[in-house]
């Protein structure tokens, strides 16, 4: 196998041998390559074609969404959505199966071709393939609440046709900056999607107390899953509580008035293992990040959507939660209510400041910025993962001085949420802005911001600090390139996938670097 579409990956080069360090086997990458090919020999026959359905671009975006780390790790489902993919190119251009002089136009690729090419070549391409596999994540969330954007489907096409042509490095580098553009349009749209479906996130307390009887844990990124699940557990006895990067839900108003939505347990993704171990609840996941059940809890662990792994129930688009509900209910819960605390020992965190909930306080911010109380604004956000390197995220929260705001977001939170930083002018001085995808409400406010102080984003007293694992973040950063931020910091290590070259590229261009040290980052952001 090769895979080094992670931060965790190998070596800090690739995933080879019988198992990635995620615990995908080489059967399993074997077939996520194959779907690619498949998905690339879609996009050209798209591209071949103008006969394209709604079910075209689903696909497209379920088969690329499948092959995110920690999302499917069953070859049967894989090797199911394989044949979706023919099935649906055979729909567009059966014909090529019947000719007898085959152009090879429409041709399924075959993704070695990717993995042994020039390294700045793979590197470039690799950034598209990783960048579009996340924003397809975002697309799917979209789409499951009937939103969807002809330009970023049509863009899903173009990018995988690119993967598969022979192109150099200055047009594979504008496809790269494009896959940022688009995911900016394409986590705007799920950002409609989800205040339109489920109304303006607010600032929300959530307990980390479990009651006792029966209870829920959801976990991944799906609004509309944790929406049914609340509907049909509804007056049954059972409470919910959010997981990992489900715990911004509890700020939409739609969501948040079933009285059944109680709190949140755990922390983030890689805790999996330890936290779900011993808990009398199941477990239903709607997204990433899955990590491989220990077998003392996987007849616990539900998934639904394109989330799959061997020997777990897999709930369908019938999404009858039942299997779930009857697990819930034959566990029973604890016996009397239970006090978890978060990483910092914290019994409570808060979530809900998106856009429109800090910028309703932009007058505040202005003046506080204008008076000098506050000095400096941070973003500390991204995911999380298993690496001791990762501690710095919670150092670099605890020692931003009394006079800077930390804007937060996505799974890496989980290491300092729980803090209680204290106030700016009424102001929280951490300030939760929901999942990964919320990137898209932390560039809006600084959009704001710069608008309102006349300079550029660049110009602000704000500095990117980032952690990357998997996909989304890929398209999230090359969004930020695509808006030509600089100096962003990034950890807990760089991508693989960046050949030398390339990072030299972002480094004169962006001057992105690597974190170093929390007290040496600080001194230094401060100062730009
Ligand atoms: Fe965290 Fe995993 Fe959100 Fe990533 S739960 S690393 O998928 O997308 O962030
Ligand atoms: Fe390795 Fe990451 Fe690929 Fe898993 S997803 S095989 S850990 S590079």
Same mark, same amino acid.
């Given at each position: 196998?090769?895979?080094?579409?992670?931060?965790?990956?190998?070596?800090?080069?690739?995933?080879?041998?019988?198992?990635?360090?995620?615990?995908?086997?080489?059967?399993?990458?074997?077939?996520?390559?194959?779907?690619?090919?498949?998905?690339?020999?879609?996009?050209?026959?798209?591209?071949?074609?103008?006969?394209?359905?709604?079910?075209?671009?689903?696909?497209?975006?379920?088969?690329?969404?499948?092959?995110?780390?920690?999302?499917?790790?069953?070859?049967?489902?894989?090797?199911?959505?394989?044949?979706?993919?023919?099935?649906?190119?055979?729909?567009?251009?059966?014909?090529?199966?019947?000719?007898?002089?085959?152009?090879?136009?429409?041709?399924?690729?075959?993704?070695? &071709?990717?993995?042994?090419?020039?390294?700045?070549?793979?590197?470039?391409?690799?950034?598209?393939?990783?960048?579009?596999?996340?924003?397809?994540? $975002?697309? $799917?969330?979209? $789409?499951?609440?009937?939103?969807?954007?002809?330009?970023?489907?049509?863009?899903?096409?173009?990018?995988?046709?690119?993967?598969?042509?022979?192109?150099?490095?200055?047009?594979?580098?504008?496809?790269?900056?494009?896959?940022?553009?688009?995911?900016?349009?394409?986590?705007?749209?799920?950002?409609?999607?989800?205040?339109?479906?489920?109304?303006?996130?607010?600032?929300?307390?959530?307990?980390?107390?479990?009651?006792?009887?029966?209870?829920?844990?959801?976990?991944?990124?799906?609004?509309?899953?944790?929406?049914?699940?609340?509907?049909?557990?509804?007056?049954?006895?059972?409470?919910?509580?959010?997981?990992?990067?489900?715990?911004?839900?509890?700020?939409?108003?739609?969501?948040?008035?079933?009285?059944?939505?109680?709190?949140?347990?755990?922390?983030?993704?890689?805790?999996?293992?330890?936290?779900?171990?011993?808990?009398?609840?199941?477990?239903?996941?709607?997204?990433?990040?899955?990590?491989?059940?220990?077998?003392?809890?996987?007849?616990?662990?539900?998934?639904?959507?394109?989330?799959?792994?061997?020997?777990?129930?897999?709930?369908?688009?019938?999404?009858?939660?039942?299997?779930?509900?009857?697990?819930?209910?034959?566990?029973?819960?604890?016996?009397?209510? &239970?006090?978890?605390?978060?990483?910092?020992?914290?019994?409570?965190?808060?979530?809900?400041?998106?856009?429109?909930?800090?910028?309703?306080?932009?007058?505040?911010?202005?003046?506080?910025?204008?008076?000098?109380?506050?000095?400096?604004?941070?973003?500390?956000?991204?995911?999380?993962?298993?690496?001791?390197?990762?501690?710095?995220?919670?150092?670099?929260?605890?020692?931003?001085?009394?006079?800077?705001?930390?804007?937060?977001?996505?799974?890496?939170?989980?290491?300092?949420?729980?803090?209680?930083?204290?106030?700016?002018?009424?102001?929280?001085?951490?300030?939760?802005?929901? &999942?990964?995808?919320?990137?898209?409400?932390?560039?809006?406010?600084?959009?704001?911001?710069?608008?309102?102080?006349?300079?550029?984003?660049?110009?602000?007293?704000?500095?990117?600090?980032?952690?990357?694992?998997?996909?989304?973040?890929?398209?999230?950063?090359?969004?930020?390139?695509?808006?030509?931020?600089?100096?962003?910091?990034?950890?807990?290590?760089?991508?693989?996938?960046?050949?030398?070259?390339?990072?030299?590229?972002?480094?004169?261009?962006?001057?992105?670097?690597?974190?170093?040290?929390?007290?040496?980052?600080?001194?230094?952001?401060?100062?730009?």
């Amino acid at each position: 196998m090769f895979c080094f579409q992670c931060e965790q990956t190998a070596g800090c080069t690739g995933c080879t041998g019988n198992t990635g360090v995620c615990g995908k086997k080489a059967d399993t990458a074997q077939l996520q390559d194959e779907l690619t090919g498949a998905l690339i020999g879609l996009a050209r026959a798209v591209d071949d074609t103008s006969a394209v359905s709604k079910k075209t671009w689903q696909t497209i975006i379920e088969g690329l969404f499948t092959t995110i780390t920690n999302v499917s790790f069953d070859n049967a489902a894989i090797e199911d959505m394989i044949q979706k993919v023919r099935a649906e190119k055979d729909s567009l251009v059966g014909d090529c199966n019947k000719c007898q002089s085959p152009c090879g136009r429409t041709d399924e690729y075959d993704m070695q &071709q990717l993995w042994n090419a020039d390294e700045d070549i793979r590197s470039l391409k690799s950034l598209i393939l990783f960048g579009i596999r996340g924003m397809a994540a $975002y697309a $799917y969330h979209a $789409y499951v609440l009937n939103f969807e954007d002809p330009e970023v489907n049509q863009f899903f096409c173009e990018a995988l046709f690119r993967i598969g042509y022979a192109e150099s490095m200055d047009e594979l580098l504008q496809t790269v900056l494009k896959v940022g553009e688009i995911n900016l349009k394409c986590m705007a749209l799920l950002d409609k999607a989800n205040t339109q479906t489920y109304g303006t996130p607010e600032p929300t307390d959530v307990t980390l107390t479990v009651e006792k009887g029966p209870f829920i844990v959801v976990t991944g990124h799906d609004l509309k899953d944790l929406q049914l699940l609340l509907e049909q557990t509804n007056g049954k006895g059972i409470n919910i509580y959010t997981h990992g990067e489900m715990l911004p839900a509890h700020a939409y108003p739609l969501l948040k008035k079933f009285p059944h939505l109680k709190g949140n347990f755990g922390t983030a993704w890689q805790n999996q293992q330890k936290e779900f171990d011993h808990i009398p609840a199941p477990i239903l996941y709607t997204t990433n990040c899955l990590m491989p059940p220990k077998s003392s809890y996987i007849d616990r662990v539900f998934t639904t959507e394109v989330v799959a792994f061997p020997g777990t129930v897999h709930i369908d688009e019938q999404k009858d939660f039942t299997p779930v509900i009857e697990k819930a209910l034959e566990l029973g819960g604890y016996k009397e209510d &239970q006090t978890f605390t978060g990483i910092n020992g914290g019994t409570q965190v808060t979530t809900g400041f998106g856009h429109s909930a800090i910028l309703s306080h932009a007058d505040t911010v202005i003046e506080a910025v204008k008076s000098g109380a506050i000095r400096h604004f941070f973003l500390v956000a991204g995911c999380d993962g298993a690496k001791p390197g990762r501690n710095y995220y919670t150092e670099f929260v605890k020692q931003t001085p009394s006079d800077s705001i930390v804007l937060t977001l996505a799974c890496g939170k989980f290491r300092f949420n729980d803090l209680n930083l204290g106030e700016i002018g009424g102001l929280p001085r951490l300030m939760d802005m929901g &999942q990964c995808n919320d990137a898209y409400g932390a560039i809006q406010v600084a959009i704001a911001l710069a608008d309102a102080f006349g300079c550029s984003v660049n110009e602000l007293p704000l500095s990117f600090v980032l952690s990357w694992y998997e996909q989304k973040a890929v398209c999230i950063l090359l969004t930020l390139l695509h808006l030509g931020i600089k100096n962003i910091r990034l950890g807990p290590s760089l991508p693989a996938f960046l050949s030398p070259n390339i990072l030299n590229f972002l480094v004169e261009n962006y001057g992105i670097a690597p974190i170093t040290t929390p007290e040496e980052d600080i001194k230094v952001l401060l100062k730009q």
